[in-house]
Every structure is written in C-alpha cells, then in structure tokens.
C-alpha cells in the first residue's frame, strides 16, 4: 500500500508546530481539528468554456445523463453539479483522489 493513501501516516512535525504556534485552535481541540484536516476532500472539475457556448453544454448534458446517473445509481457515490457555480458548469464527486486513482 502505498503511505500517501491513507492521511493517517503523513505526519509532519514542522507542520504542527507552526500551526500550533498560530493558536488558531485550542489545544484540547488539536487532534479534532487535525482529524478534519486530514479527511479527504472530494474531486472537483469544471467545464471550460462560455456557459452559452453550445459545445460545452452539449458535453454538460451528456455527461449529466449519461455519466453522473449511472454512477449515482450503481456506485453509491454522488456526481453533482456545484450548487453555487453558474450554469451548472461545475461538478463535485465524493471520492478521493486517492480512490479515484485506484
């Protein structure tokens, strides 16, 4: 397996010094707070492109109906479009990078 999978073994002891010293969280609260910086952030892409560009939302839709339903349906993960960015142009999946690499 390899050591950069699981962000249990990555330690770096510059790095909590530093983030200790900045006293940015109790340190009764250090091990939650490190807990939260070492969980797996979801993979994130946009489509590139003029949200009135007829290609980019071309490619949009099929990856909407083609892609993101049968990955919802069959793998139990969630590909969706990120609420806040304009014409639904960009898309979270909640798997790793790690995960996603195999």
Same mark, same amino acid.
């Given at each position: ?42 993979? #994130? ?50 798997? #790793? ?6």
């Amino acid at each position: 397996e390899r050591p950069w999978t699981d962000t249990r073994l990555i330690k770096n002891g510059a790095f909590d010094a530093y983030y200790k010293e900045q006293q940015i969280v109790d340190e009764s609260d250090w091990d939650t707070f490190e807990n939260c910086l070492r969980s797996p952030l979801p993979v #994130s892409f946009r489509f590139s492109g003029s949200a009135d560009d007829p290609k980019v939302l071309a490619l949009r839709d099929y990856m909407q109906v083609t892609h993101a339903s049968r990955i919802n349906e069959l793998k139990g993960r969630n590909l969706s479009p990120i609420k806040w960015y304009p014409g639904d142009l960009a898309w979270t999946f909640d798997i #790793s990078r790690a995960e996603l690499r195999g």
